[in-house]
Every structure is written in C-alpha cells, then in structure tokens.
C-alpha cells in the first residue's frame, strides 16, 4: 500500500490512546539509527494559550509538547512540521491530540511523511 498527500507518502500512521496522561513514545525504527518521537500534554497556568513546543533532547530523540491544549476537541498543527531526514528522505509529521473532558486520558493520531530524496554528501 503506498499513501500520499500533497506530494507526500506517508509512511507512519496511526492512533494511540495514552495511558493516563502519560507521554507516548513512538519509535522510528530503520536500520541505522532508530528516531524516538516522545508527545506529552502538559499545562502551563500562566499561559492563556496554548502552543506545541518541539525540542531534540539527544541527536536522535525529539519531545513534542502539547501545552495547554483544550480539552474535547482534536487540536494539533495546522502545517506540516519538518523534522529531518529519515533514509536519505525529508520526513516530516502531522499530528491531532484529544483530551479527555476529565482530563484523565488523551489520544494521539499521526501521520509522518517522507518527503523527496536528499542528495548525498560526498
């Protein structure tokens, strides 16, 4: 099966419901080295927005955080987020979170999207 959108093939997809409100880790796993994508929710009181920070926390290992996000309605990034390359190809990510009312447990759904080749260095 081959997905694409927007010139894009998407090549990771799916739907996860947190345990608790724990963060869902989500590993890349190809043969070199593996990319670990860590979604958290957090809240943040002083803020009265709310904002997706991105952090590499190792060369191989990024934090996306849902701050503040509303609970009840699917919330996630209106443009696609680009985040590197994965076998020699631009990968980037779309994503949508949902909160419980209670906030006692969240979903993730994902899509990350391999892009054009990357030349290679010689």
């Not at 952090?55 to 680009?82: S, W």
């Not at 009312?101 to 290679?120: C, I, K, N, P």
Request: aromatic content about 12%; proline content about 4%; hydrophobic content about 40%.
């Amino acid at each position: 099966m081959k997905i694409t959108s927007g010139g894009f093939e998407a090549v990771y997809h799916g739907r996860v419901f947190a345990y608790e409100m724990r963060p869902i880790e989500i590993v890349l796993s190809e043969e070199n080295d593996p990319l670990t994508f860590v979604f958290c929710v957090e809240q943040e009181p002083a803020r009265d927005d709310y904002m997706t920070d991105i952090r590499l926390v190792r060369y191989n290992e990024v934090r996306i955080a849902c701050i503040n996000f509303p609970r009840g309605k699917p919330t996630g990034n209106q443009d696609m987020i680009h985040l590197g390359v994965l076998n020699n190809r631009k990968l980037s990510l779309r994503y949508e979170v949902t909160i419980n009312f209670d906030a006692t447990s969240w979903a993730l759904t994902f899509t990350f999207f391999a892009g054009e080749g990357v030349a290679e260095h010689e």
